[in-house]
């Protein structure tokens, strides 16, 4: 684990922050508003119609983000990344660990399950916050270039999380909702 300063750098957790003006409030997460180049889309389990991620697309690239619970004084992001690796290379793809400005990310090649010779490049990042983690995918340009990678990690790090109050076991996926004054898609969508 390296010397990365959650509290003072960010992601933040809602209770470290005074007041929350230009975030878009998608519930356990919350979005800086104050970028006109980012586009925004929001991730939605067919099945259930749950919405389970926010997608961030900036300079080519994007960042999906997932706010999971975790227990009250041990961080899960190790432990998880490292389960992540395990299910990659079990189903063919590849996995290595890499120094990030977070603790360390998992650089990843993806089998395509239609294309088995075709992999898709991914990083996951995570960090550790007060009763909660914070996982992102990076797709795009932000894997190979420094410039660009780097506003995408300043825009993991501006992410606001809301664990709320509810007891809830480690990992389990925090609930994501419709910012105040936008339709949820129909069920299905």
């Known amino acids: 684990m390296n010397d990365y300063n959650r509290e003072q750098l960010g992601p933040f957790d809602v209770s470290e922050l005074g007041l929350l003006e230009n975030y878009i409030d998608f519930g356990a997460v919350l979005i800086p508003a104050d970028n006109s180049e980012l586009s925004l889309r929001i991730e939605v389990e067919e099945s259930t119609g749950r919405l389970v991620a926010v997608t961030l697309e900036l300079f080519e690239s994007t960042l999906q983000?997932?706010?999971?619970?975790?227990?009250?004084?041990?961080?899960?992001w190790a432990e998880v990344r490292d389960q992540l690796a395990q299910t990659i290379t079990s189903q063919g793809?590849?996995?290595?660990?890499?120094?990030?400005?977070?603790d360390e990310a998992l650089l990843a090649k993806l089998p395509n399950s239609e294309f088995p010779n075709e992999f898709r490049d991914v990083?996951?990042?995570?960090?550790?916050g007060p009763r909660w983690f914070l996982r992102g995918l990076i797709e795009g340009q932000a894997l190979?270039?420094?410039?660009?990678?780097?506003?995408?990690?300043?825009?993991f790090r501006s992410i606001v999380v809301n664990r709320g109050?509810?007891?809830m076991p480690p990992r389990e996926m925090l609930?994501?909702?419709?910012?105040?004054?936008?339709?949820?898609?129909?069920?299905?969508?």
Do not use: C, Q, Y
Not at 65 to 76: C, E, I, L, Q, R
Not at 144 to 155: M, Q
Not at 184 to 189: E, K, L, S, Y
């Open 65 to 76: 983000v997932t706010a999971f619970s975790a227990p009250k004084n041990d961080g899960v």
């Open 93 to 102: 793809g590849e996995a290595r660990l890499v120094p990030s400005g977070f």
């Open 123 to 128: 990083k996951f990042i995570g960090v550790d």
């Open 144 to 155: 190979h270039d420094v410039a660009v990678e780097s506003a995408i990690d300043g825009l």
């Open 165 to 167: 109050e509810t007891a």
């Open 175 to 189: 609930d994501l909702t419709m910012p105040p004054g936008n339709i949820a898609p129909p069920r299905g969508f």
